[in-house]
């Protein structure tokens, strides 16, 4: 709550705008020490090229990262990895604004307990401070559960 009796409500994030401004070639492969020992070299038309370098924007990775890791999952009989880097990056701004979002409600949370556990009254906007902690906690739950699908 502000100083003058009014909910603290979110904000742009700054985290919002840089996640957006962000771009890059994308991240290799988990590195090993003191390297991997064995090498293959496909080749591939431009088509298929160009496939494989879509499909690995899109997952953030380099196309020789997406290649290795796409055959080592194809080979184990596991889902290849589909969180690109933009995916984890929207994740990560909502998980930071809703941190925020809880951070604020539980301040005002405080603020009305202290304020009933004096007069005696619950001040009037306590209940709205309280639905907006749980219209939160649902976001939070939400993208936990988008996370949780995406790795499966």
Known sequence: MSGNG????????PMKVAASARSGRGRDRTHL????????????TEQEMADI???????GLTPTGFVGE??????RGEQPMTLGRETLAQLQVELF???????????????????LNATGDAPAWLVRAAALCEQRMRRVDDVIARIDRALR
Request: net charge positive; charged share 15%.
């Open 70 to 75: 796409a055959g080592l999952a194809a080979a």
């Open 53 to 59: 370098a879509a499909a690995a924007a899109a997952a």
């Open 97 to 115: 604004d809703a941190r925020v979002a809880v951070g604020r409600i539980g301040t005002n949370l405080n603020q009305g307990i202290t304020a």
């Open 33 to 44: 020490f003191p390297g991997r020992p064995r090498r293959i070299a496909p080749t591939y």
């Open 6 to 13: 009014e909910l603290v409500t979110e904000q742009q994030s």
